[in-house]
């Protein structure tokens, strides 16, 4: 009796050559387009009414900024008008919510719905490796919304540039530390790969997608506030000055205080002070002048007067701060740190696939 | 080679166990039923096989060693999960295209036949496919990349009579044709009586029964006999005894040239028939080697 003989084929390498990475490029294209061409079409559109906005912004502040001489009446209409524009800054918290759009919307979903809808026991069970998948779809997805989001930062940092410029002539200066940061330089496109990173791990432990949106928004806003309000200021040793009555408008002041004879002296016992020190030294003005421009200066000139005085007689004004001279490396850092988060984030999420059992 | 190979195996979700103690040794060439109640592990034992889950317990391997979800696994085996998840919003050739892409192997051509074949349009989404064409569409895209081993979880639960005839042919015509090991779990016994010559019953998260058909069939047979002698009759594992008013019929591991006592009669049973007592009484076992089997004697004969 003959047994059964089955077709063999030759006995394949154990080791055998892995599917080549390349062939991914298809099917992350394939299966993300949308929601890539959702992301362009998105962020195109910030981009044309940023870039719109911002043409009339720069010619205004240039019109402004040339007129001569700078009181006549003429530049007083073109400095109001370039100071009515202000509200431009709103848009900067606006834009602030770009980075956790994309990543609950391009991130989260990767394996989210995969896990949802019961396909990863198709993508996964397929020869070129599940670990193998998660890393090829995650990666380029995460390159390109990067750099997406990095090309609208540089429209950012040009669109802006008439109110954070040295110098700038007409509105109130603030620390480019402390305003806007997170819209320019490198921090802008290290937070989007840091939210897609953060949706994209989301969506595998969760394994829902809308719950997985709400999660990644959720973390990113507490990581944003959380770093804004917290770890931004320790990036580099805080300066700390004594009786710096003038610090530079630029200047991201973190703290002041006051001590005499080595105590801290409390603020309300300090306004107090200086209030009844201030009423005393400043001339009664009356309430018509009160808005001129020299009115302004006297004023000035009295507080500093009343500085003067208290440091002479055993008052000391302490100052921390971060000097604006810092806000390229500030980028490097937060940049850094974000990169090597999103890199940890993503590492996660490919383990997770790796390990967890469905 | 064994297709698969389990020792030990178990499995836990939590705290209860959805297989345990699972000692299998399935070899090639076979169209391999996994029998079993709902919620007996048998999608949990493909699961493991596949590498979609890790155990808990013991160890598998298949394909002669290799173990589950590696690449050199995953090279040979092809699993269509249950109820065929597919991208809804892909077009049938896009689902080609996307598997052709993810495999070192894709048989285009063999692929776009059979969806000829079938009628089941190229351009059509996945999604807006009948049940039946969504489950042939998901066996042509296993079958393409022209598996060693091909795994189906219940394949023909969510298909009316005729798609299920089809879609059976298919298997058995890639067995005959390619040498494809096949192993596929169902509670439809009788569509399996037609298609599988290996049987592996599972209940209760533990392997019941595991063996040739031929064999099985041939060591069980049906005695009939009044009802007032099935005392005597405990020399031979009984397997189920089912008791009427004046006649008894009993299940035991048998052969036909076993002796049948006086005023018995002997017949062999058919494969729903056995598959169904033992899942009747969970406690019978029949599994291969000695040593895991148990004598299993209602209550009822001891008494």
Redesign the interface.
């Given at each position: 009796m003959t047994t059964?003989t089955?077709?063999?084929?030759p006995e394949?390498n154990?080791?055998?050559?892995?599917?080549p990475w390349r062939?991914?490029a298809?099917?992350t294209w394939?299966?993300h387009r949308i929601a890539l061409t959702a992301v362009a079409v998105f962020l195109g559109a910030l981009a044309v009414s940023l870039w719109r906005v911002g043409i009339g912004l720069h010619h205004a502040y240039a019109a402004a900024a040339a007129c001569r001489p700078a009181t006549s009446p003429l530049c007083d209409q073109l400095q109001t008008s370039f100071t009515r524009m202000d509200g431009f800054l709103v848009n900067g918290y606006v834009l602030q919510a770009v980075p956790a759009l994309i990543g609950a919307f391009a991130g989260a979903p990767v394996l989210a719905r995969e896990l949802e809808?019961?396909?990863?026991?198709?993508?996964?069970?397929?020869?070129?490796?599940?670990w193998r998948?998660t890393l090829a779809k995650l990666v380029p997805l995460a390159i390109v919304v990067t750099a997406a989001a990095g090309a609208l930062s540089v429209l950012c940092s040009w669109y802006y540039r008439p109110y954070l410029t040295t110098g700038n002539l007409f509105l109130p200066e603030e620390s480019p530390l402390a305003n806007l940061f997170v819209l320019r330089g490198v921090a802008f496109a290290a937070w989007t790969l840091a939210a897609f990173a953060i949706g994209a791990l989301a969506g595998m432990l969760i394994r829902r997608v809308v719950p997985a949106m709400a999660a990644t928004l959720a973390a990113y806003i507490g990581l944003a506030f959380a770093t804004g309000l917290y770890l931004r200021e320790h990036y580099l040793p805080q300066v700390v000055v004594k009786n710096l009555f003038n610090p530079p408008s630029s200047a991201w002041i973190i703290s002041q205080w006051w001590t005499r004879g080595g105590a801290t002296v409390s603020q309300s016992t300090m306004n107090q002070v200086m209030n009844s020190m201030f009423d005393r030294t400043m001339p009664v003005v009356h309430a018509a002048a009160a808005k001129s421009f020299g009115v302004k200066a006297q004023k000035h000139q009295t507080y500093l007067d009343t500085l003067h005085y208290l440091t002479q007689h055993g008052y000391t004004e302490w100052v921390r701060y971060q000097p604006a001279s810092r806000f390229w490396p500030f980028q490097w850092i937060e940049g850094g740190w974000l990169l090597a988060l999103s890199v940890l984030l993503i590492a996660a999420t490919v383990w997770l696939v790796r390990?967890r059992?469905? | 080679m064994n297709v698969i190979e389990a020792s030990g195996l178990g499995k836990r979700y939590g705290s209860t166990w959805a297989l345990r103690e699972c000692a299998l040794a399935i070899p090639?060439?076979h169209v391999a039923a996994l029998v079993g109640p709902n919620g007996a592990g048998k999608t949990t034992l493909l699961?493991l096989a596949?590498?979609?889950?890790?155990p808990s317990a013991g160890e598998v391997t298949v394909l002669g060693g290799?173990p589950p979800?590696s690449?050199?696994a995953?090279?040979?085996?092809?699993?269509v999960?249950q109820?065929t998840?597919?991208?809804?919003n892909?077009s049938a050739a896009?689902m080609l295209?996307?598997?052709r892409?993810?495999?070192?192997?894709f048989d285009q051509r063999y692929a776009e036949d059979r969806l000829a074949e079938l009628g089941i349009p190229l351009k059509r989404k996945a999604g807006k496919l009948s049940g039946g064409q969504q489950a042939q569409l998901?066996l042509t895209l296993a079958l393409a990349?022209r598996p060693?081993l091909l795994l189906l979880d219940e394949p023909v639960a969510m298909l009316d009579p005729i798609a299920r005839h089809d879609f059976m042919a298919t298997v058995l015509t890639a067995m005959a044709d390619?040498?494809v090991s096949v192993l596929l779990s169902s509670h439809v016994l009788a569509e399996l009586e037609r298609v599988a010559d290996y049987l592996i019953l599972v209940s209760r998260g533990r392997v019941q029964v595991a063996g040739e058909v031929e064999d099985l069939l041939a060591s069980h047979r049906m005695l009939t006999g009044p009802a007032a002698e099935v005392g005597r009759y405990a020399r031979r594992p009984v397997v189920r005894l089912s008791r009427g008013e004046a006649q008894a019929h009993l299940l035991v591991r048998a052969t036909a040239d076993d002796p049948v006592p006086p005023g018995w009669e002997t017949h062999p049973v058919g494969l729903e028939e056995l598959a169904l007592a033992y899942l009747r009484d969970p406690a019978a076992a029949a599994l291969p080697g000695p040593a895991r089997i148990r004598s299993a004697e209602p209550s009822e004969l001891t008494r």
């Open positions: 059964l089955v077709a063999a084929r394949e154990v080791t055998l050559r892995p599917v062939r991914m298809w099917v394939r299966q809808t019961g396909t990863f026991r198709y993508a996964w069970t397929q020869g070129f490796g599940r998948w390990r059992a469905a | 090639a060439g699961n596949v590498g979609l889950a890790t290799r979800g690449p050199a995953l090279d040979g085996i092809a699993f999960a109820d998840p597919m991208y809804k892909l896009d295209h996307l598997t892409n993810l495999n070192r192997r998901a990349r060693r390619d040498g």
